[in-house]
């Protein structure tokens, strides 16, 4: 659902006159008060062993829980892409991050709460200080290393996640 629909009054005084101002934002009639929705920060990891396998996760939480995923999340306020890369892997997985490389950006949408969120996703490619004792935590339900030969990311559940897999292996089968 569009934002648009949930926010009827206008957060800065209260108006029930926060009207449609552009496609992308809401003005307040009453106090001149602008809301403009912007993607949210959020990053994603690629971490591949040394057997050249590719660490997925399994998704513990909606929206599409039960689905394939990559460890990631919300980039928090006050913290960089990095640092939040380096806080879901620890979250996520109980491991350290010792090098992560930025690769490149695809927007999505995240549903949560009845509301369709637009993201900026953000892939890393991490370098984990130990690959072999990872422990599913947080919205991790399982984890688990798959030949790049056999990724197959129809199996991913968020849009840019699964784009960005279909990227990432195309490219490293070809080098």
Do not use: W
Request: proline share 5%; aromatic share 10%.
């Amino acid at each position: 659902m569009h934002f648009s629909t949930l926010f009827t009054h206008c957060p800065a005084c209260g108006s029930d006159k926060f009207i449609p101002h552009n496609v992308k934002s809401k003005s307040c009639e009453s106090c001149g008060f602008v809301y403009y929705v912007n993607a949210s920060a959020a990053v994603a990891s690629f971490i591949v062993n040394a057997q050249g396998e590719l660490l997925v996760c399994r998704r513990g939480k909606e929206p599409v829980k039960g689905t394939l995923d990559l460890p990631g999340g919300f980039v928090d306020e006050n913290e960089s892409a990095e640092e939040a890369v380096s806080r879901e892997i620890a979250e996520e997985l109980q491991a350290r991050v010792t090098k992560a490389k930025y690769l490149f950006s695809l927007p999505n949408e995240y549903e949560y709460s009845g509301m369709t969120v637009p993201t900026l996703d953000m892939f890393y490619e991490c370098t984990l200080e130990d690959t072999t004792n990872l422990k599913p935590s947080d919205d991790v339900a399982d984890c688990f290393f798959v030949p790049l030969k056999e990724v197959k990311p129809e199996l991913f559940g968020l849009k840019s996640i699964r784009k960005a897999v279909g990227m990432f292996v195309s490219e490293r089968l070809v080098d």
